[in-house]
């Protein structure tokens, strides 16, 4: 199998979600590794996209997403949930991909609990992680598109906007 590039993950977020789709994660956990394709996600684009982290502008938290494509962005919700996002696109556009689904889990943060993700793998840079990476997977021709899930604090023009993507 392929690892996929630095140069695959430096587009923009809305030209790479649907190609996600079908991708496959590795997990390495100690001396098992576990593999599973990706089934839903969604796109967070940048400062003007009120749904998104980085609307209110670089932050301590947001920094990650000022990074150049290719590498993790986790962070907690509700106290309990880690939410695995993939940066993408150059550095200084904030934009990333939350995984919402896996086949088996649906769910951001159930994807976030079967995959043992934390704060910690914040900052992994995909290309050279010995614990999560992204490989090519099957081609998803047939995906459907929609508005994204438990924005309601966003504008309507951002809630309505299709970016979520599933298969």
């Avoid at 993939?86 to 689904?101: F, S, Y």
């Avoid at 995909?126 to 997977?137: D, N, P």
């Avoid at 099957?138 to 995906?143: C, E, M, Q, R, S």
Wanted: aromatic fraction near 12%; hydrophobic fraction near 40%; include cysteine.
């Amino acid at each position: 199998m392929c690892r996929l590039s630095s140069a695959f993950f430096q587009q923009d977020a809305l030209v790479l979600a649907p190609l996600f789709l079908g991708k496959k994660i590795h997990r390495k956990q100690g001396s098992l590794t576990s593999v599973y394709i990706i089934t839903e996600v969604e796109v967070y684009r940048g400062e003007e996209d009120s749904a998104c982290h980085a609307c209110k502008g670089r932050t301590a938290r947001t920094e990650m997403m000022y990074q150049a494509g290719g590498v993790l962005y986790v962070y907690l919700i509700y106290g309990m949930h880690w939410m695995l996002n993939i940066v993408t696109g150059p550095a200084d556009h904030p934009q990333a991909i939350l995984i919402r689904g896996v086949e088996g889990v649906s769910g951001p943060g159930r994807v976030g609990k079967v995959l043992g993700v934390d704060k910690g793998f914040t900052g992994e840079p995909l290309c050279f992680s010995e614990r999560i990476w992204l490989e090519e997977g099957d081609a998803v021709l047939n995906y459907h598109t929609s508005p994204r899930i438990g924005i309601d604090y966003a504008t309507e023009e951002f809630r309505l906007k299709p970016w979520r993507y599933t298969y």
